[in-house]
């Protein structure tokens, strides 16, 4: 079974600061890939970043980063510069290769990000 | 591209109705689409996987009978609340993916709101 825990129910941030969103994750599939979403107020889930399991480097898309850790499971969310515009529920994701699983989407219960200006 | 609509966006009905949300890729062919229901604050819960041709696999807890899923094509599939009672409203989001492959994101519509009176 796939396992998503995003531990920050909230965090705060002051516009122009960077922030960390915590994500870790358990799975037994070798083979896995790792998402984060944004979902802003109206409801749409925006994809953000992917990371795969095997990649020697970790993921950047603009102001978003992946910092990856295999050993420790984790995969947290970097956002730099952070604009007002970023706040919004954040959702850490997998996506595993069992077979019969479909290649389902495991989420996290999320991470309320509020940009202060 | 990999553009995912939905049809309404917003749906009011009285108790007892049934009401059908609709999900197509716009730019691209989907081999599979999620269906998640997701309550206010709360993570986005898989309710079943629908492939084309086939009939949907359903999630634990999630009653076939009253979420009737049909993938009649590879841009669309439909979700049907049938007799629908006012702890069914939700918001309901759907998702495709172009393959099966890990690395594969979900891409998400906008998703529908559903208030049962």
């Known amino acids: 079974a796939q396992k998503i825990t995003q531990t920050q129910p909230g965090m705060f941030v002051q516009e122009k600061e960077a922030v960390t969103l915590d994500c870790t994750y358990d799975?037994?599939?070798?083979?896995?890939?790792l998402f984060w979403y944004k979902q802003p107020s109206s409801g749409e889930m925006i994809f953000l970043i992917y990371q795969g399991s095997y990649d020697q480097q970790n993921a950047t898309e603009g102001r978003y980063s992946l910092n990856f850790q295999k050993a420790r499971k984790s995969a947290n969310l970097v956002i730099s510069a952070s604009q007002l515009g970023d706040s919004a529920m954040y959702f850490c994701a997998m996506r595993g290769n069992s077979g019969g699983s479909n290649y389902k989407l495991t989420f996290g219960k999320g991470t309320l990000l509020t940009v202060n200006p | 591209g990999a553009v995912v609509s939905q049809h309404p966006s917003w749906v009011i009905c009285k108790s007892g109705t049934s009401v059908k949300i609709e999900c197509r890729s716009l730019d691209f062919q989907a081999t599979t689409m999620f269906w998640y229901r997701q309550f206010p604050k709360q993570s986005l819960m898989l309710m079943a996987t629908s492939n084309e041709g086939s009939k949907a696999t359903y999630e634990q807890g999630v009653e076939k009978d009253k979420f009737l899923i049909n993938h009649a094509s590879l841009t669309l599939s439909t979700l049907t609340v049938t007799s629908a009672h006012p702890e069914d409203s939700s918001f309901y989001i759907c998702s495709a993916s172009r393959d099966s492959s890990t690395q594969e994101t979900q891409y998400f519509g906008p998703g529908t709101r559903l208030l049962v009176l």
């Open positions: 799975t037994s599939d070798p083979s896995y890939g």
